[in-house]
């Protein structure tokens, strides 16, 4: 079923300084796609059934544009390490796992049912460097009805020998092959991953551009993550002179196709400026930086400077994969940087971070995380009811404090690209 009408209180982003409500209001779905918000429902769209969630909340679905699925196991754990240590002592050794597909399967069917169940509608996730493994991500996903970006991992140096590829030529052989079997999916869609700079050869990098030009692909990666990660790049690459140089002499960087970079704490003026030109996307952590002691991205500095921008849950290094956690932690960590360090930032605001969750992360997939005419109709439906209160709020309100008391609020609906996922009868 394409065409339908929800009705309750809606909110949507127009742009990242202005959040649309409409009080008892409908949104209609027309062939999948948004055909636009009301007060009174037109009356060429009464045919249509409609959904009533009455007092409910109805909110574009949440993106994700940074998770590892196959770190779902251990969140919470290593929490007192920073970044390198962390990766070799959780990280690498869980990863290994996934060449056993009977623990892949397992792992990946969780992490599957409890991403379908969040209110996370699309997210771009990063597998390990098993195709086989990966592509049972993507069947589990697919099954699942939810709308990714999947990459293989690439990583041929300062890798532990057990997940380490042999070579340049054979990571890229190996991705090329998985690129060509993960065509079959229709909501699920394949990416380039190059772990990070220091984990990829200079080889591995030109040879993954030659791939990206080739099939047309997305690329995600991390950046400017931690100070010791940016020192073991400049070690690494003496002829850049930031870290996103690194992978923008190889065309991975934005400019001839979409990029994702996650973090961005480190990032200075220069790398800012060349992922504005290069309409790079920055996904934000903020919980894994914290967590890691990476410390506070500047990321209102990157709405400033018109860079795009959306979050990421970041697990294992988050801990949830709510991207209404992301949201709260997001304003609370842009709060402590302007408090204790850089005054002249202000923090983040509620219309912001709904921008960023919605709209702003939604943009890396077209026209999608808002209810503007002609926007994927990815929505969900949010009871408060929940929470009680002795008097009776305006919906603005609510929705400020939905992004800070989600956990005790029940999501009645999930729609993507017009599709059911699941309703309340």
């Given at each position: 079923?394409?065409?339908?009408?929800?009705?309750?209180?809606?909110?949507?982003?127009?742009?990242?300084?202005?959040?649309?409500?409409?009080?008892?209001?409908?949104?209609?779905?027309?062939?999948?796609?948004s055909?636009?918000?009301?007060?009174?429902?037109?009356?060429?769209?009464?045919?249509?059934?409609c959904?009533?969630?009455?007092?409910?909340?109805?909110?574009?679905?949440?993106?994700?544009?940074?998770?590892?699925?196959p770190?779902?196991?251990?969140?919470?754990?290593?929490?007192?390490?920073?970044?390198?240590?962390?990766?070799?002592?959780?990280?690498?050794?869980?990863?290994?796992?996934?060449?056993?597909?009977?623990?892949?399967?397992?792992?990946?069917?969780i992490?599957?049912?409890?991403?379908r169940?969040?209110?996370?509608?699309?997210?771009?996730?990063?597998?390990?460097?098993?195709?086989?493994?990966?592509l049972?991500?993507?069947?589990?996903?697919?099954?699942?009805?939810?709308?990714?970006?999947?990459?293989?991992?690439?990583?041929?140096?300062?890798?532990?020998?057990?997940?380490?590829?042999?070579?340049?030529?054979?990571?890229?052989?190996?991705?090329?092959?998985?690129?060509?079997?993960?065509?079959?999916?229709?909501?699920?869609?394949?990416?380039?991953?190059?772990?990070?700079?220091?984990?990829?050869?200079d080889?591995l990098?030109?040879?993954?551009?030659?791939?990206?030009?080739?099939?047309?692909?997305?690329?995600?990666?991390h950046?400017?993550?931690?100070?010791?990660?940016?020192?073991?790049?400049?070690?690494?690459?003496?002829?850049?002179?930031?870290?996103?140089?690194?992978?923008?002499?190889?065309g991975?960087?934005?400019?001839?196709?979409?990029?994702?970079?996650?973090?961005?704490?480190?990032?200075?003026?220069?790398?800012?400026?060349?992922?504005?030109?290069?309409?790079?996307?920055?996904?934000?952590?903020?919980?894994?930086?914290?967590?890691?002691a990476?410390?506070?991205?500047?990321?209102?500095?990157?709405?400033?400077?018109?860079?795009?921008?959306?979050?990421?849950?970041?697990?294992?290094?988050g801990?949830?994969?709510?991207?209404?956690?992301?949201?709260?932690?997001?304003?609370?960590?842009?709060?402590?940087?302007?408090?204790?360090?850089?005054?002249?930032?202000?923090?983040?605001t509620?219309?912001?971070?709904?921008?960023l969750?919605?709209?702003?992360?939604?943009?890396?997939f077209?026209?999608v995380?808002?209810?503007?005419?002609?926007?994927?109709?990815?929505?969900?439906?949010?009871?408060?009811?929940?929470?009680r209160?002795?008097?009776?709020?305006?919906?603005?309100?609510r929705?400020?404090?939905?992004?800070?008391?989600?956990?005790?609020?029940?999501?009645?609906?999930?729609?993507i690209?017009?599709?059911?996922?699941?309703?309340?009868?």
């Open positions: 079923m394409k065409n339908y009408v929800l009705k309750g209180n809606i909110c949507y982003s127009r742009s990242k300084d202005e959040i649309c409500i409409v009080e008892n209001g409908y949104v209609v779905c027309e062939n999948g796609r055909a636009g918000v009301y007060a009174v429902l037109p009356e060429v769209y009464a045919p249509f059934p959904f009533n969630y009455e007092d409910r909340m109805i909110i574009p679905g949440l993106v994700d544009l940074h998770v590892h699925a770190q779902y196991p251990f969140r919470g754990l290593g929490m007192d390490l920073e970044l390198i240590d962390w990766l070799n002592t959780h990280t690498f050794v869980e990863e290994a796992r996934y060449a056993d597909l009977e623990y892949a399967g397992r792992a990946y069917e992490f599957s049912e409890d991403l169940n969040s209110e996370t509608t699309r997210a771009c996730i990063f597998g390990t460097i098993h195709s086989s493994a990966t049972l991500l993507m069947e589990k996903l697919e099954a699942a009805g939810l709308k990714a970006y999947v990459g293989r991992v690439n990583m041929d140096r300062n890798s532990p020998g057990y997940l380490c590829e042999e070579s340049a030529r054979k990571s890229a052989e190996d991705t090329e092959k998985w690129i060509l079997d993960s065509q079959g999916f229709q909501h699920v869609r394949p990416i380039l991953t190059p772990r990070f700079t220091p984990s990829c050869t080889e990098l030109e040879r993954l551009s030659g791939l990206r030009k080739k099939y047309g692909l997305p690329v995600q990666s950046l400017s993550e931690n100070l010791g990660e940016i020192e073991w790049v400049k070690e690494l690459c003496p002829g850049t002179a930031f870290y996103g140089e690194t992978y923008d002499r190889y991975l960087f934005g400019s001839q196709g979409a990029s994702i970079m996650a973090h961005c704490v480190h990032s200075g003026e220069a790398e800012m400026e060349l992922m504005r030109k290069r309409g790079v996307f920055a996904a934000h952590c903020p919980e894994s930086n914290v967590n890691l990476s410390g506070a991205a500047p990321v209102k500095r990157c709405l400033e400077k018109g860079i795009k921008t959306g979050l990421g849950t970041d697990i294992a290094a801990s949830s994969l709510s991207v209404f956690k992301a949201m709260a932690m997001a304003i609370q960590c842009s709060k402590l940087r302007w408090r204790l360090y850089d005054q002249s930032l202000a923090p983040l509620v219309e912001e971070v709904f921008y969750a919605t709209k702003g992360g939604g943009e890396f077209g026209n995380g808002s209810f503007e005419e002609g926007y994927a109709f990815d929505a969900v439906v949010m009871d408060d009811s929940s929470v209160q002795p008097r009776r709020l305006k919906v603005r309100e929705l400020e404090r939905l992004v800070y008391l989600s956990g005790e609020c029940r999501m009645a609906a999930k729609f690209d017009g599709r059911v996922i699941f309703r309340e009868n």
